[in-house]
């Protein structure tokens, strides 16, 4: 079974910051799938960058970056230069093929970040 | 680009009662997954849908049932409702044999047992 743990269950960061939420799992899967999702006040559960295992360069999306460590099996989202817009709940996702062209997505209880201005 | 569908958006239901929720993943995509969120909890993966079959089981009770039509929308069926099932409830939906997959979302939802 695969978990997701993130041990941090709120953080700020002052407007224009840098702030880096951490997400570790568990797995004994070579291939797989890494991902953090917004969860704004509104609920909507948003993509905010992914992750393939397989690849060694970490994924950036514009001031949202990661920093994968497939040994250490760690997934931490990096956030530059922080806007209001950026409070939300943040949870990181893991998601293995489990057969038969079936994928497993298993959610991290999540980070509430709040950015102050 | 479309977007997956959920309907509806909020439903008020009383104990006992019965909800079905629909679910239209985005065209191509073949799976479907329903997650269970509670008020400040994690999603809490209940079933999943690959090719009409269902794919996976997660924590879901067995007054729910669900499946996947021939055209690819699923619905979730919510029998003898309780107060506890009060949460928002997530579709996802992906393409099963695309390499680099991702689960889209919809907006959820928002059901309310009285």
């Known amino acids: 079974a695969q978990t997701v743990t993130q041990s941090q269950p709120e953080m700020s960061v002052q407007e224009a910051e840098t702030v880096t939420l951490s997400c570790t799992y568990d797995t004994s899967e070579s291939n797989y799938y890494l991902f953090w999702y917004k969860q704004p006040p509104s609920r909507q559960m948003i993509l905010v960058i992914r992750q393939e295992a397989y690849k060694q360069q970490n994924a950036t999306e514009n001031r949202f970056s990661v920093n994968f460590q497939k040994a250490a099996k760690s997934f931490s989202l990096k956030i530059s230069d922080s806007q209001l817009g950026d409070t939300a709940m943040y949870f990181c996702a893991f998601m293995v093929y489990s057969g038969a062209g079936s994928y497993q997505l298993t959610f991290g209880k999540g980070t509430k970040l709040s950015v102050i201005p | 680009a479309a977007g997956v569908i959920q309907s509806p958006r909020h439903l008020i239901k009383e104990k006992r009662e019965t909800a079905t929720l629909k679910c239209y993943p985005i065209p191509r995509h073949d799976t479907v997954y329903w997650y269970q969120q509670g008020p400040g909890q994690d999603p809490q993966f209940l079933i999943s849908?690959?090719?009409?079959?269902?794919?996976d089981k997660g924590s879901i009770p067995d007054r729910f049932s669900a499946q996947q039509f021939s055209d690819y929308h699923s619905e979730l069926n919510m029998s003898s409702l309780e107060l506890g099932d009060s949460a928002l409830y997530f579709c996802a939906s992906s393409l099963g044999r695309q390499a680099n997959t991702e689960a889209f979302f919809g907006q959820g939802t928002r059901l309310t047992v009285v």
């Open positions: 849908f690959y090719e009409k079959m269902q794919s």
